[in-house]
């Protein structure tokens, strides 16, 4: 009987030992998966752009080095979004330009657009033109010189995504949820007044559309930043590595950024319990047309008034 029950707590171990090593591997094999994915989206730009000094001298610029860079230590950060349509043979334009703080301090994440006409220097360029055309003309670093330029902030990290990838990142994380104020037909597809769940293909035909909306590129923009604060909710809600190494694999070709994998992992597990909401702020200006060509034209007092706003919000404390 001793000897029955010494074989039965031999195989009962080595039974244990072998669920515990293949739990482990398959931990393992997901974990390392989604590290080779986020490589993959990892773009380092930082040889070709200038560290941006801001002219208000209380604002400091953080260090772009991996070892020094803000995420690490829970401090708060900024980030560009640049939704972009690629085209054949061409590089495109940034569509839509979004600006986000994060602030575990407080909890929260602000997010605002900045129109895609809107009239300002492009730095690097030596022009005075659309802000999108930012991106045409040179790029991710063009883009970020230029935006930091009209916000007077540093940015310490981008996103840039394929506007396709855009259409699978929402089918990954379930679809989203908006509040549609009007009822509209776009491509042959209707959207009815209300509450709406969108899959990834109606939501990029829902955030493209901008001619029958009243409000044009602001409603359009409005829009934008619905579906992006319904994408981040979803997101933070995504617990399993499986459904991360699903998310950075199928996102690989779609998304490039200069947030390294550590720091991904940093911001699930440090940041994202400690943020709660998000709040949207919209850029005032007027349309202009200047030698036939229709701009928005925002001015000092506006810049000045988002420029204290994102000092604000990116101060600890209440």
């Known amino acids: 009987m001793k000897l029955r029950m010494k074989r039965v707590l031999i195989w009962t171990g080595t039974a244990a030992a072998v669920i515990a090593i293949l739990a482990g591997s398959l931990v393992w094999y997901a974990y390392h998966s989604a590290e080779k994915a986020a490589n993959k989206m990892y773009e380092n730009i930082d040889a070709v752009k200038p560290v941006y000094v801001s002219k208000d001298t209380t604002v400091t610029k953080n260090t772009k080095p991996a070892e020094t860079k803000p995420i690490k230590n829970m401090a708060p950060f900024t980030v560009l979004v640049l939704g972009v349509d690629q085209r054949a043979n061409d590089r495109g334009r940034s569509d839509t330009i979004i600006v986000l703080t994060v602030n575990p301090a407080k909890n929260s994440i602000l997010m605002f657009n900045i129109p895609r006409d809107t009239r300002t220097t492009i730095v690097g360029h030596g022009t005075v033109d659309k802000i999108n055309h930012a991106y045409a003309f040179g790029g991710v670093p063009m883009s970020i010189n230029t935006i930091e330029n009209f916000i007077d902030y540093p940015i310490d990290y981008y996103v840039k995504v394929n506007m ?24 042959d597809h209707h959207f009815d007044q209300g509450h709406l769940q969108l899959n990834g293909d109606e939501a990029l035909l829902y955030s493209r559309m901008r001619y029958d909306d009243p409000r044009g590129d602001f409603g359009r923009n409005t829009r934008q930043r619905d579906l992006l604060r319904g994408i981040m909710k979803n997101t933070m809600n995504i617990s399993s590595i499986t459904h991360v190494n699903s998310l950075l694999r199928e996102l690989g070709d779609s998304v490039k950024t200069d947030i390294t994998f550590k720091e991904m992992k940093s911001f699930v597990a440090n940041y994202r319990p400690e943020i709660n909401k998000i709040d949207t702020v919209e850029v005032q200006g007027k349309g202009q047309t200047i030698n036939k060509i229709w701009y928005y034209i925002v001015d000092d007092k506006e810049r000045e008034r988002v420029h204290a706003l994102i000092k604000e919000h990116l101060q600890n404390g209440d």
């Open 164 to 187: 396709e990838g855009f259409s699978r990142l929402i089918d990954i994380v379930g679809g989203v949820e908006v509040d549609n104020p009007f009822a509209f037909d776009y491509i």
